[in-house]
């Protein structure tokens, strides 16, 4: 037995069913009567103009408001964007809740009120098709139908001829900016001062630096910053010191007025957390996730400066090497400044962080100032190019066949890379073995290869030397003497003047006291005096006891790892800038 509740909704059932089977079945069909052009079994809402014949179904239809027993595809009244709703009593229809960037009685007309259309700043206007298209009108250097997409070709982008390569799909680009040109969009020309950049010094503060070495780096950076004018709108500074880890004393968004932030550098001491290794790597990668961000006061369009201070002997070489590639591949047109900082430089691993020679200084003096400030506040026209005059002395008598072929080689890749043309950096050449003797003055070659010519010709041990005990007597003092009168004689006061000497700097007592003092002359005198020495055999301690600075102490040679190109750091101090306020 059913229950009279299944039969009753079974019942209801079927009536249902009939009655949308019967709608289903309900033709709507246009039967000729006479010369009308239409008409329907049914008539349809609005009449029987609504009537028509829909190829789709092979019969005829009504044109419908959303819901009329005539009607199939209702959804269709409101492209599928919206919910129909009838008006006048079925007759007509209205579409309510238009998805976004719709709008229209069919929700068929662009929205562009709806800002979905049309990035980057770009201008929607509705009036294409009849308002159910758009179009965008794109901020300069952008372009696509959204202006989604960068365009290289705008004069914004990549300005004064650099070449603009696109990346992520078209959304970004970078640029190769022409000689003479930098910044993110080639936009400030190098000869014209402009006074806005972002700097930040990270200074080696691990154990092999000592207290003396830490004074010293304090007074760089703020003779460094006094030189620059500060704020917002023009400079801004931060300092990083690090050993096992890094930490940032101020950032760049800490803004300091002149004297402030000179206090502040004064203040500054070496937390007692970070002692010990020397973690170069962990200071670059610091900096590059955090120094920069505009949450610490980072620019985005400005150029950004790092001055690094170390000894370049860091704990994880590699590391520290990778972690600068990284840093100068993160930020476009990066600069890094190896400075050279401590009681002895290892130059190789300077080199390798800013990867570039004219990027190395020493600590001493101000050239990597003035480089910064050229290529910042005071433009090429400020800025002139100076060039020493070079005395290049070898002390023949202290090295083994070997020994002075790896040294010649040194003076042959730094000869090669200065500009000797046009009375710019001039060299003279001397050795000594048992008599001292000039080989050439300052003036007497004007190209590289000439004066290299000459050094292979005359820079040579002697037959009777491999016997004669006298030769291997290490007194230097007169060839020092002789380098001092060729200054006197031949050397321009304005130039700036460096000897560079070859030894292994091994002498007896009495000879180095003479040495000691003729050396002093000479840095009286106002020379700098860079000490060349090969292998583990060079008196280290003479050698920095007699350069100018730690930074002119090189010990070339394979055991050290210390390749003969390491010399190179040497080429921003012989031919450097001098600017005019
Ligand atoms: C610039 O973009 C090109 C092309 O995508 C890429 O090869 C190059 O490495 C990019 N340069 C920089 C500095 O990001
Ligand atoms: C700060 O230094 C800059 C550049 O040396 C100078 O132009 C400016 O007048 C100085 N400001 C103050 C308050 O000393
Ligand atoms: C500088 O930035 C670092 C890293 O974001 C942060 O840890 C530190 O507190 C900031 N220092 C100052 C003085 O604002
Ligand atoms: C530097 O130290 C002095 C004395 O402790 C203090 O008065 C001053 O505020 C500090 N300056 C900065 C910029 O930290
Ligand atoms: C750096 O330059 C300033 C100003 O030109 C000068 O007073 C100072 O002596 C220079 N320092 C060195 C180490 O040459
Ligand atoms: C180079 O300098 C010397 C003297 O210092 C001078 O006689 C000569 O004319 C100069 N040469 C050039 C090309 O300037
Ligand atoms: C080294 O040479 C100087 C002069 O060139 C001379 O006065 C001195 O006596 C010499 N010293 C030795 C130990 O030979």
């Given at each position: 037995?059913?229950?009279?509740?299944?039969?009753?909704?079974?019942?209801?059932?079927?009536?249902?069913?009939?009655?949308?089977?019967?709608?289903?079945?309900?033709?709507?069909?246009?039967?000729?009567?006479?010369?009308?052009?239409?008409?329907?079994?049914?008539?349809?809402?609005?009449?029987?103009?609504?009537?028509?014949?829909?190829?789709?179904?092979?019969?005829?239809?009504?044109?419908?408001?959303?819901?009329?027993?005539?009607?199939?595809?209702?959804?269709?009244?409101?492209?599928?964007?919206?919910?129909?709703?009838?008006?006048?009593?079925?007759?007509?229809?209205?579409?309510?809740?238009?998805?976004?960037?719709?709008?229209?009685?069919?929700?068929?007309?662009?929205?562009?009120?709806?800002?979905?259309?049309?990035?980057?700043?770009?201008?929607?206007?509705?009036?294409?098709?009849?308002?159910?298209?758009?179009?965008?009108?794109?901020?300069?250097?952008?372009?696509?139908?959204?202006?989604?997409?960068?365009?290289?070709?705008?004069?914004i982008?990549?300005?004064?001829?650099?070449?603009?390569?696109?990346?992520?799909?078209?959304?970004?680009?970078n640029c190769?900016?022409?000689?003479?040109?930098l910044g993110d969009n080639c936009q400030i020309?190098?000869?014209?001062p402009y006074k806005i950049a972002d700097i930040v010094f990270?200074?080696?503060?691990?154990?092999?630096?000592?207290?003396?070495?830490?004074?010293?780096?304090?007074?760089?950076?703020?003779?460094?910053i006094?030189?620059f004018p500060l704020g917002p709108d023009h400079f801004q500074f931060s300092l990083v010191?690090?050993?096992?880890?890094?930490?940032a004393?101020f950032n760049l968004s800490n803004t300091y007025?002149?004297?402030?932030i000179?206090?502040?550098?004064?203040?500054?001491?070496?937390?007692?957390?970070?002692?010990?290794?020397?973690?170069?790597?962990?200071?670059?990668?610091?900096v590059k996730d955090h120094s920069f961000v505009t949450t610490n006061g980072g620019r985005a369009d400005v150029d950004r400066y790092i001055i690094?201070?170390?000894?370049?002997?860091?704990?994880?070489?590699?590391?520290?090497?990778?972690?600068?590639?990284?840093l100068?591949?993160s930020y476009p047109n990066i600069r890094i400044?190896?400075?050279?900082?401590?009681?002895?430089?290892?130059?190789?691993?300077?080199?390798?962080?800013?990867?570039?020679?004219?990027?190395?200084?020493?600590?001493?003096?101000?050239?990597?100032?003035?480089?910064v400030?050229?290529s910042t506040m005071?433009?090429?026209?400020?800025?002139?190019?100076?060039?020493?005059?070079?005395?290049?002395?070898?002390?023949?008598?202290?090295?083994?066949?070997?020994?002075?072929?790896?040294?010649?080689?040194?003076?042959?890749?730094?000869?090669?890379?200065?500009?000797?043309?046009?009375?710019?950096?001039?060299?003279?050449?001397?050795?000594?073995?048992?008599?001292?003797?000039?080989?050439?003055?300052?003036?007497?070659?004007?190209?590289?290869?000439?004066?290299?010519?000459?050094?292979?010709?005359?820079?040579?041990?002697?037959?009777?030397?491999?016997?004669?005990?006298?030769?291997?007597?290490?007194?230097?003092?007169?060839?020092?003497?002789?380098?001092?009168?060729?200054?006197?004689?031949?050397?321009?006061?304005?130039?700036?003047?460096?000897?560079?000497?070859?030894?292994?700097?091994?002498?007896?007592?009495?000879?180095?006291?003479?040495?000691?003092?003729?050396?002093?002359?000479?840095?009286?005198?106002?020379?700098?005096?860079?000490?060349?020495?090969?292998?583990?055999?060079?008196?280290?301690?003479?050698?920095?006891?007699?350069?100018?600075?730690?930074?002119?102490?090189?010990?070339?040679?394979?055991?050290?790892?210390?390749?003969?190109?390491?010399?190179?750091?040497?080429?921003?101090?012989?031919?450097?800038?001098?600017?005019?306020?």
């Amino acid at each position: 037995m059913l229950s009279p509740t299944v039969i009753y909704g079974s019942a209801l059932l079927v009536f249902t069913w009939q009655f949308l089977e019967g709608l289903q079945e309900e033709k709507h069909t246009r039967v000729k009567r006479g010369a009308a052009p239409s008409n329907c079994y049914h008539s349809c809402p609005g009449g029987d103009g609504n009537c028509y014949f829909d190829n789709n179904i092979n019969d005829f239809r009504c044109k419908c408001p959303c819901w009329s027993k005539y009607c199939g595809y209702l959804e269709e009244n409101c492209n599928n964007r919206g919910t129909c709703v009838a008006m006048s009593g079925n007759t007509d229809f209205t579409c309510n809740n238009c998805i976004a960037g719709w709008k229209g009685k069919r929700c068929h007309l662009i929205d562009c009120d709806s800002g979905l259309y049309c990035t980057n700043e770009g201008v929607c206007v509705d009036d294409i098709n009849g308002g159910t298209d758009y179009r965008c009108i794109c901020k300069e250097g952008w372009t696509g139908k959204d202006c989604q997409f960068i365009d290289c070709s705008s004069p914004i982008r990549c300005m004064n001829e650099g070449q603009c390569h696109l990346q992520n799909g078209g959304k970004e680009f970078n640029c190769t900016c022409a000689d003479g040109y930098l910044g993110d969009n080639c936009q400030i020309d190098m000869c014209s001062p402009y006074k806005i950049a972002d700097i930040v010094f990270i200074i080696d503060v691990s154990d092999s630096q000592d207290r003396k070495v830490f004074d010293e780096q304090k007074n760089f950076v703020k003779y460094f910053i006094a030189q620059f004018p500060l704020g917002p709108d023009h400079f801004q500074f931060s300092l990083v010191l690090y050993a096992s880890e890094p930490h940032a004393v101020f950032n760049l968004s800490n803004t300091y007025d002149n004297n402030t932030i000179i206090d502040a550098v004064d203040n500054v001491t070496i937390p007692d957390d970070i002692h010990g290794a020397t973690f170069t790597d962990k200071a670059l990668a610091f900096v590059k996730d955090h120094s920069f961000v505009t949450t610490n006061g980072g620019r985005a369009d400005v150029d950004r400066y790092i001055i690094i201070l170390t000894d370049g002997m860091s704990s994880k070489s590699i590391e520290t090497v990778n972690q600068a590639k990284e840093l100068r591949l993160s930020y476009p047109n990066i600069r890094i400044k190896s400075i050279g900082s401590g009681k002895y430089v290892f130059h190789k691993e300077l080199l390798d962080i800013c990867a570039s020679l004219l990027n190395v200084f020493p600590q001493h003096g101000n050239d990597s100032v003035r480089s910064v400030q050229k290529s910042t506040m005071y433009g090429c026209k400020r800025c002139t190019k100076s060039y020493s005059d070079v005395a290049v002395a070898f002390d023949i008598s202290s090295f083994n066949y070997g020994q002075l072929d790896a040294v010649l080689k040194t003076a042959e890749a730094l000869i090669t890379n200065l500009h000797t043309d046009n009375n710019q950096t001039r060299v003279s050449l001397s050795t000594y073995e048992s008599v001292a003797e000039e080989v050439f003055e300052f003036d007497k070659y004007r190209t590289s290869y000439d004066m290299i010519t000459a050094m292979n010709k005359h820079v040579q041990k002697r037959e009777t030397c491999k016997k004669d005990g006298q030769c291997s007597r290490t007194n230097i003092s007169s060839l020092l003497q002789d380098i001092s009168s060729e200054f006197h004689l031949n050397s321009e006061k304005s130039r700036r003047k460096a000897v560079i000497i070859f030894s292994q700097f091994t002498f007896d007592k009495d000879s180095s006291e003479h040495v000691f003092r003729e050396i002093q002359n000479l840095k009286d005198d106002g020379v700098f005096v860079v000490v060349v020495g090969e292998g583990p055999k060079a008196n280290i301690d003479n050698m920095l006891k007699l350069s100018t600075t730690p930074f002119f102490t090189f010990i070339i040679g394979e055991d050290l790892n210390t390749p003969i190109e390491a010399i190179l750091a040497l080429l921003s101090t012989l031919e450097y800038d001098i600017c005019f306020a």
